[in-house]
């Protein structure tokens, strides 16, 4: 019962944040920005005011795949936000490029998640991979929890480090958007607070929802050892 909780729970969870994104985008893409930049230009704009000319900001066709590539040093921005002057394109490009700057300045949580994604992306098979094996038989059930609660356990730690890069990045915009005047105080201020709140949640959900089946595999083994 408690798993099918956890599960439940987890896309419900996953279901209303990415809904709350959506809305969110979908509401103030409609609004226009005083400013008339496109997120393009602001993000650009907000690279060369930090003394960052070594970051290529590039257009993709997908949706909602805006982020910061650390290893590239790439901004990628969606086609709605590269070339939008909305509200929301402002907004999530200077989320972006807070990232950037954040690694400029050797953010420390941005360089514990950039050190953490070898072994997330390593983890991350695992956790499908082990309950089949162990269904079949082919490891002992022990075992099988053991490696889920470790595999769950990472994932944790990497979503516990993303809120703080999250929110940093949010921060940095929204104090960047306002003090040049690309975005102007009020309502336009407001709708970027809103996007970037519920683009926030999103990695609060993944976050709860880790800690979660983290638990779920961890205390078992806590109970058989108390035995």
Known sequence: MLFWILLIGSFALSFFAMARVKSAIGKY???PAASGLTGAEA????????????????????MMGDHYDPIHKRLV???????????????????????????KVGYAPLQWRMASVGMVNFVSPLLFIVPIVAIFGLIPGKLAIMAMAIGFGVM????????????????????????????????EADG??????????????AFIS??????YYLLPLIGANRD
């Open 43 to 62: 993000a650009r704009r907000i690279l060369s005011m930090a003394g960052i000319d070594h970051v290529e900001v590039i257009c993709h066709d997908g």
């Open 29 to 31: 893409s409609q609004v």
């Open 192 to 205: 970027v607070d809103k996007v970037l709140s519920a683009a926030a949640l999103t990695y609060v959900a």
């Open 156 to 187: 944790m730690l990497f979503q516990l480090i993303t809120l703080p890069v999250e929110f940093d990045a949010s921060k940095r915009a929204k104090v960047i958007l306002g003090r040049t005047g690309m975005i102007s105080a009020g309502s």
């Open 210 to 215: 880790t800690l979660g089946w983290f638990l």
């Open 77 to 103: 921005l969606s086609r709605d936000n590269f070339t939008g002057r909305s509200v929301a394109a402002l907004g999530v490009a200077a989320h972006e490029a807070g990232h950037a700057i954040q690694d």
